[in-house]
């Protein structure tokens, strides 16, 4: 089959050619449907460019599809799913980040939860975006659901080689996780160092709150900046606005 490009990883592509964009992460064990329709909504209005949906805990399938569904209906912007396991599929999305925890010391989340959830993956018809998923820090669920082996902060080189070794693999787009609500987010040094190795999108994510933080990241060369925790937080649309206009976006 020849390899072409969805229509929400060209419009990722398109997008991140013009500069860093800004994600949303809305994990539906945190939000009703309606909370999660209106963040949404806000966070679009204020410059977000794609919202995930995702979490590391998630087990109630019906509660997932109705907040995919809710928050589509509520945005323009592409719905993408950032799964931690095999209960984080709908078909309600329009694409899903089909990754690989690359750090985990247990093979189920390097590549057994990937075979059980294909087929789920196939016949949604969901456009499938390949992503190597590396997490830094131990103290993230991420973390500790997915058995990391973590990359130390202050050991870019490592980093590194996993980021070339995702790119030989095929995967297009490479996750940098520092954790959800982590209070350190991934060194400017980290971004900029595998981003001189890898060519893909890359996508930096964890404790990002500021638009000062933001605009290190976005200066460092990440493609896209994942706001998670900060859409939980009353005047998140202000800080939406100020770190758009930091990495240069309005
Ligand atoms: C978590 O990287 C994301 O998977 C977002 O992190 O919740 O800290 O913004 P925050």
Do not use: W
């Not at 419009?11 to 949303?24: D, F, H, R, S, V």
């Not at 070339?164 to 959800?180: C, K």
């Amino acid at each position: 089959m020849p390899l072409v490009l969805g229509k929400t990883e060209g419009y990722l592509i398109q997008k991140t050619k013009k500069g860093t964009i800004i994600a949303g992460l809305i994990d539906p064990e945190d939000f009703s449907s309606k909370q999660a329709a209106s963040v949404a909504s806000n966070a679009e209005k204020h410059g977000i460019s794609a919202i995930l949906v995702g979490g590391s805990t998630i087990s109630d399938q019906g509660k997932l599809d109705s907040v995919v569904r809710a928050v589509k209906k509520a945005v323009r912007c592409p719905v993408i799913l950032f799964p931690g396991n095999v209960t984080g599929v709908s078909h309600h999305a329009d694409a899903i980040l089909f990754s690989s925890l690359l750090n985990s010391t247990n093979p189920y989340f390097l590549i057994g939860a990937q075979a059980i959830g294909s087929m789920k993956v196939f016949r949604s018809k969901l456009e499938s975006i390949p992503m190597g998923y590396l997490v830094f820090g131990d103290s993230s669920t991420t973390s500790f659901i997915g058995q990391v082996k973590s990359i130390p902060l202050s050991k870019p080189n490592i980093a590194v080689i996993y980021a070339l070794a995702a790119q030989y693999l095929g995967m297009r787009t490479l996750y940098l996780e520092a954790g959800s609500g982590s209070a350190v987010p991934i060194p400017r040094e980290t971004i900029a160092l595998v981003r001189k190795f890898y060519d893909g999108l890359l996508i930096v994510g964890g404790g990002i709150t500021t638009s000062t933080v933001a605009e290190r990241a976005a200066g460092a060369g990440a493609d896209i900046i994942v706001i998670g925790n900060l859409l939980e937080k009353p005047g998140y649309e202000k800080t939406i606005t100020e770190m758009t206009s930091a990495i240069g976006r309005n």
